[in-house]
């Protein structure tokens, strides 16, 4: 546990920092919202440094005499390095608070700040005028031997497998995740689904057992017989409302400063009600700066983005066409590609989908990790009840990517391939190479390459 001790004087409450580019996507303005508390006026500085030359002053802001409450400081940044999941480049901040300009400050806050825009543009989500592809999978917190409690050396090693195998996403499935894991995605590259503390599916299987519905029915029509009748527990319930806010309030405000995060989750199966308008009306009353995802939302009514679970290839080749180039939200899978078993199937097919039809964003793999714990006394990872455990979900905690002791499955070793973002093939005695990156990081390169191969005769 850590004590901290404030000054009595005056303190740094809270502050909110948003980046904002001009029209060209060229220069940059840093904004910090500040909240103080103080008996008396004080001085604010915010300071922006580039970590490339740490004694290079990038810029900064110096608020005249301040007291308690919120002030916005504004640093103009010409040409800022831009944060994406490919180029994580990062500056320095500085927040502080003095009495007078040559006192010691009663308080510094220093924090990372990644230059990086995020839209709904022509139906897509962009990040700095460039639409993006998700190549993600879902994550749980998950240790063999800890269960819950994941040592920060053990999560620094699951992203960096994440990133040697062509992943430039994770969603965090279905709870915000520890601190340090957005300040290793900010560092490393990785786009964030940041999702909220909330499921409750298990209504779901009260109001569907008593319909008998039959198993040849697929998800989306069970949706439309049950998840109405589900969302009158708690989601559609006025009296749950403070509860499901709080799950909104807690995620962003505390993480609401990471670039790595590009939308807001609302929750996991938990149906479609009053409650869920409730929380996007206070994210986006909050944080208009990214956009808003919920699966539970079949008609988008508050969501950004449709999303869909476990859809055929074929079917989402026709969501893409349905509305035809002038469609308005864009579509992610919140999970596909079930990674039980061998490997999840139709990887290729799934990316060839995303690639032909701009409307479809890519997607989440479920999930990152099988979750056997190892029984010392039997020399295995248990699971599903090996531990006299009930209920529990047999199986269906092993259907990651990785093994329980998070070495690649096979399965993971095929989705790098598939998520390769180079990709090269043979054409009538010549190779071509296709860079499939967002952001190729150098502006000269083109998309696609020929080498003309010579006779060896």
């Known amino acids: 546990m850590t004590l901290l001790a404030f000054s009595s004087k005056a303190r740094i409450e809270d502050f909110f920092v948003k980046t904002e580019f001009d029209e060209l996507y060229e220069d940059a303005v840093l904004s910090i919202t500040v909240s103080l508390t103080t008996t008396e006026p004080v001085l604010l500085q915010a300071t922006l440094l580039d970590r490339v030359c740490p004694t290079a002053t990038v810029g900064s802001d110096n608020a005249s005499q301040v007291g308690s409450g919120h002030t916005i400081l504004k640093i103009p940044v010409k040409s800022p390095r831009k944060w994406t999941a490919e180029t994580p480049h990062l500056y320095d901040l500085s927040i502080c608070i003095r009495t007078a300009v040559d006192e010691e400050p009663l308080q510094k806050i220093k924090h990372r700040v990644g230059f990086r825009q995020v839209e709904i543009k022509k139906g897509n989500i962009t990040v700095n005028d460039q639409p993006i592809l998700f190549r993600g999978a879902n994550r749980h917190d998950h240790h063999p031997q800890f269960g819950r409690a994941v040592p920060f050396s053990f999560l620094r090693e699951d992203l960096l497998l994440m990133k040697r195998h062509n992943l430039n996403s994770l969603r965090c499935c279905h709870y915000p995740s520890h601190p340090r894991l957005y300040e290793l995605c900010d560092e490393l590259g990785l786009w964030v689904m940041d999702e909220a503390d909330l499921e409750c599916h298990g209504f779901y299987d009260a109001v569907a057992q008593p319909l008998n519905l039959p198993d040849s029915m697929d998800y989306e029509e069970r949706k439309n017989h049950t998840f109405g ?229």
């Open 229 to 457: 009748k589900a969302a009158q527990y708690t989601s559609n319930n006025p009296e749950w409302k403070e509860a499901y806010l709080d799950r909104a309030i807690q995620m962003v405000q505390r993480d609401k400063n990471h670039p790595c995060i590009v939308i807001w989750s609302l929750g996991n199966e938990a149906f479609y009600g009053q409650n869920q308008q409730a929380m996007h009306d206070y994210i986006k009353a909050t944080d208009p700066s990214r956009p808003i995802h919920y699966e539970g939302d079949p008609q988008a009514k508050s969501a950004d983005m449709f999303s869909y679970m476990y859809p055929s290839v074929k079917r989402i080749e026709k969501l893409a066409v349905a509305e035809g180039e002038d469609f308005t939200k864009p579509i992610v899978l919140c999970e596909y590609g079930h990674a039980m078993g061998n490997a999840p199937g139709a990887l290729e097919e799934y990316m060839e989908a995303f690639r032909k039809h701009r409307r479809l964003q890519g997607g989440w793999i479920w999930e990152w990790a099988n979750h056997g714990l190892w029984d010392e006394k039997r020399g295995l990872y248990g699971y599903g009840g090996d531990f006299g455990d009930y209920p529990n979900d047999g199986t269906f905690v092993m259907d990651g990517l990785c093994f329980s002791n998070h070495t690649p499955t096979p399965g993971l070793v095929e989705l790098r391939k598939a998520y390769s973002p180079v990709n090269a093939s043979y054409d009538n005695g010549a190779i071509e190479i296709e860079n499939r990156y967002d952001f190729s990081g150098l502006e000269h390169l083109n998309a696609f390459y020929r080498v003309e191969l010579l006779d060896s005769e």
